[in-house]
């Protein structure tokens, strides 16, 4: 379906691309008519005046213009010839597409539809657990998880031995002796000491 779908895009920007090329045909075209239709005005104003050179000059650019307008007329007609045969390639393809995922989608509901009735109509596989069997499972997976959570806590609390230094520490905020660490207060009374202002 994928491989599909990107045919069809490929082809669409092929399409507009050919149309693209065919309108830059049909402004050159234009353009060198438009050209032609001048130069053969001056270039007969040029032969009234008897400046021949001066019309040779413009019969030679007329000549090149006419062949660059003959080439893009070519061109067009290529364009329009391919620009046919791609639209109706891409109308063709879209439709089949369209119609593919239609069809995809009607497989989809259907399968969709055939599960939720799998257990109804067609016997569960082995494998499929039912619903009050499954809500039960996972209440027992949730009771083993908070006890192993409360044993993991026990134990870590059992494992830890008290360290010297937490003790000292918890002695000296209670006050009993001087502090282990630097405390704001402390550094705040000896930075006013410095600064001459009255604790």
Do not use: W, Y
Not at 13 to 28: N, S, V
């Amino acid at each position: 379906m994928r491989d599909a779908t990107r045919a069809v895009e490929r082809a669409k920007r092929t399409l507009a691309l050919a149309m693209a090329q065919d309108q830059a045909e049909g402004r050159k075209l234009a353009a060198a008519r438009a050209e032609v239709a001048e130069l053969e005005g001056r270039a007969t104003e040029a032969l009234k005046a008897d400046r021949a050179e001066l019309a040779e000059r413009a019969a030679e650019a007329i000549a090149a213009r006419e062949a660059d307008a003959q080439a893009a007329e070519k061109a067009r007609a290529i364009f329009a010839a391919e620009i046919g045969r791609l639209e109706s390639h891409v109308r063709n393809q879209s439709a089949r597409l369209a119609e593919l995922d239609r069809g995809r989608r009607l497989a989809r509901a259907t399968e969709a539809v055939r599960i939720a009735r799998r257990g109804r109509l067609e016997p569960a596989p082995c494998t499929q657990a039912t619903l009050s069997e499954a809500e039960a499972t996972l209440a027992r997976l949730r009771e083993k998880q908070t006890e192993s959570c409360g044993a993991e806590a026990a134990l870590d609390a059992l494992d830890v031995p008290p360290r010297a230094q937490s003790v000292n520490e918890t002695l000296a905020e209670a006050g009993f002796g001087p502090p282990v660490k630097p405390r704001a207060a402390d550094v705040l009374a000896r930075l006013k000491e410095k600064a001459g202002i009255p604790a």
